[in-house]
């Protein structure tokens, strides 16, 4: 056996002070202030939800919300735009409700009778 000591363990990574979280959390909504100008053209909007464990969650709104391609929007526009600015954001997520298709809510109709 050698007698040389064991190397250290590697340090782990502290969690972050609310202070550096409060700091992330100003910066994306500054990143999506940004990327709002985009999504408004488009008949659409982005609103902040909540930022956990490298997680963004946003509610997109309007023409993004039904948009086949909202997908993309959220993948290569906001999250790679809240990468470069952020780099602790891992993903984002549309946690809005998924809108109903034409006609499956409900309705009443008046003056058949």
């Known amino acids: ?9 590697p340090s782990e990574a502290h969690p972050p002070s609310e202070a550096e979280r409060a700091g992330e959390v100003q910066q994306i909504l ?7 100008p985009y999504l408004n053209s488009d008949g659409g909007d982005v609103e902040f939800v909540s930022f956990e464990d490298g997680i963004v969650n946003v509610k ?3 023409a993004c ?3 086949p391609s909202s997908l993309m929007t959220l993948r290569m526009g906001i999250e790679n735009a809240l ?16 809108p109903q298709p034409p006609g499956t809510g409900t309705f009443q109709l ?3 009778g």
């Open 83 to 98: 990468r470069e600015v952020v780099p602790t954001v891992q993903e984002v997520r549309n946690v809005a409700p998924p």
């Open 30 to 36: 500054k990143v999506l202030e940004q990327v709002r």
């Open 60 to 62: 997109l709104h309007g």
């Open 65 to 67: 919300g039904t948009c």
């Open 110 to 112: 008046h003056g058949l």
């Open 1 to 9: 056996m050698s007698s040389e000591p064991s190397p250290a363990p």
